[in-house]
């Protein structure tokens, strides 16, 4: 199937210019092959407090379906960039953006993007309302989706970097980290960084074996050595 080729089934949105749809016995819709220009799309469910969308795209796509309707899994077959869109509880507007070589996606119930594996020059930015980009790389990403939909959990390791443009009015110069592993908390927007984490902000050097950042308010912890 060529030319803009949608498939709006699913709880989520599908469309790219080719598609190749694959049965399984008997005749039933197993997997979907997509390219040249594929972009997934899913937004909340009506009705719910979920204020986040998702948009991945890539240049390839293979769709695993459970039952011939459910989206079970989905690979990128190459680079790809995941969008994730929102608004923080007093309305300010939230983005991140996920870069990586591949991307597999793992669906639950309803269709719903329950985790994301990212490998191969995976760079994360974030983006807030008066708040300086905050922008991560790593070898790879895991990420985890609460039921809702909503970003709950990250996990970057593999020659973890974290930068910052401007950390506060008192920090002109930003804020850079680096570390083996880095761990993201939606709960309480949460940074925990391990494997001798080593931090140069405003022209002071710390480090310790595991450094607990808070994103709002900047809060920084040093534990260990």
């Known amino acids: 199937m060529e030319d803009n080729h949608l498939i709006a089934?699913?709880?989520?949105?599908l469309a790219a210019r080719e598609a190749e749809l694959i049965p399984s016995e008997p005749a039933q819709l197993h997997t979907i092959y997509a390219s040249r220009g594929v972009v997934l799309r899913q937004t909340p469910p009506a009705g719910s407090r979920n204020r986040q969308?998702?948009?991945?795209t890539s240049g390839a796509m293979t769709f695993a379906l459970r039952g011939g309707r459910q989206l079970g899994s989905v690979q990128t077959e190459g680079?790809?960039?995941l969008t994730i869109e929102g608004r923080d509880a007093k309305g300010g507007a939230e983005q991140t953006r996920i870069e990586a070589r591949r991307f597999i996606a793992g669906f639950g119930e309803q269709d719903r993007l329950h985790t994301l594996r990212a490998t191969g020059g995976v760079v994360v930015t974030n983006r807030a309302s008066g708040e300086p980009d905050?922008?991560?790389t790593s070898e790879s990403m895991l990420a985890e989706f609460k039921a809702s939909g909503e970003l709950g959990r990250v996990v970057q390791e593999g020659n973890f970097?974290?930068?910052?443009?401007?950390?506060?009015a008192k920090a002109p110069g930003?804020?850079?980290l680096t570390a083996a592993r880095a761990s993201y908390s939606a709960q309480d927007e949460s940074l925990v960084f391990t494997g001798t984490p080593r931090m140069v902000a405003g022209g002071m050097t710390?480090?310790?074996?595991r450094i607990p950042l808070m994103r709002s308010g900047g809060g920084l912890?040093?534990?260990g050595n």
């Open 161 to 168: 970097q974290y930068h910052e443009r401007q950390s506060s």
């Open 206 to 209: 710390v480090k310790a074996d």
């Open 9 to 13: 089934d699913l709880d989520a949105f």
């Open 174 to 176: 930003g804020r850079s």
């Open 79 to 81: 680079p790809g960039e």
């Open 221 to 223: 912890i040093a534990l």
């Open 53 to 56: 969308s998702l948009t991945m």
């Open 134 to 136: 905050k922008v991560s």
